[in-house]
Structure formats: C-alpha cells, structure tokens
C-alpha cells in the first residue's frame, strides 16, 4: 500500500515538474504583460523592440521589418549565429545584458524560472487576439 502511495506521488510530482519545464502559455501571457509596452507578441507590429511574433527559432537581430533598430550587439549576436530557442530565450529572458552585452533593451530580466517557461510556452504558442 504505502509503495502504491509513493509511487503515485512519484508519478504526480514528475508530471508537474515537466509540465513546469514546457511552461503554461496561458500564465505567460499574463507575464507578458511586463513585456507589452515595447513588444507585441500576437502580431508583427513592432514597439520600441521588435515584434515577437515567431520568435522561438528565429536568429537573433532578424525580424525584417525591425532591421533598422536593432543595436549592434544584437546584430553581431545573430550574424555569429545566435538563435532564440528555448535555451537561448532562457538566459536572455534571465539577464538579457548577460547574455547579448551591448543590446539596447532595457528590461533587467526575469527571476523567476517559472515565469520565464510560462513566456516562452506562450511564445511558442499559436497568436491568440
């Protein structure tokens, strides 16, 4: 009985923590409001940033309509083959001056690991209106 128990909560737990890592889009949306002054994320318009619409896989400094407006340092970063995946996203998400020294975004990072999977789920996610 009590393996059944443990074995139960065992299973609960390793669930929940690969639901953590995939991240929910719903509550990254949410967190995303922190980010919606200078970037939008359901369109390809662009703010004070670039438009975040399909950013998961694209090189770094790359939307077209933003080529411009990006600082050098993110320009180098992608031409030396930056690519926002989610590990990427991760760290920039974390310490964006870190991770691409030079950009111009202001924002100083996230600290919480699970908001920064809840922005990315919901980055990765199909644009809802």
């Known amino acids: 009985m ?10 609960l737990l390793a669930g929940g923590l690969a639901a953590h890592a ?8 949410k967190v995303f409001n ?6 939008e994320a359901a369109s390809d318009r662009d703010k004070v940033g ?5 950013v ?3 090189p770094a400094g790359s939307a077209e309509s933003f080529l411009g407006h ?6 180098s970063a992608g031409a030396a083959g930056l ?3 989610e590990a990427n996203l991760t760290q920039y998400l974390k310490a964006p001056k870190v991770k691409v020294p030079g950009n ?9 690991d699970v908001d920064i999977a809840n922005v990315i789920a919901y980055l990765k996610a199909d644009p809802k209106p």
């Open 104 to 112: 111009k975004m202001a924002f100083g990072g996230l600290t919480n």
């Open 50 to 54: 670039p438009h975040l619409l399909g």
């Open 2 to 11: 009590l393996r059944a128990v443990l074995s139960a909560a065992i299973f």
């Open 56 to 58: 998961v896989g694209r």
């Open 22 to 29: 995939d991240g929910d889009a719903a509550l990254g949306k």
């Open 83 to 85: 690519v926002w995946d």
């Open 34 to 39: 922190r980010c919606i002054a200078c970037h």
């Open 70 to 75: 990006y600082s050098e340092a993110m320009k």
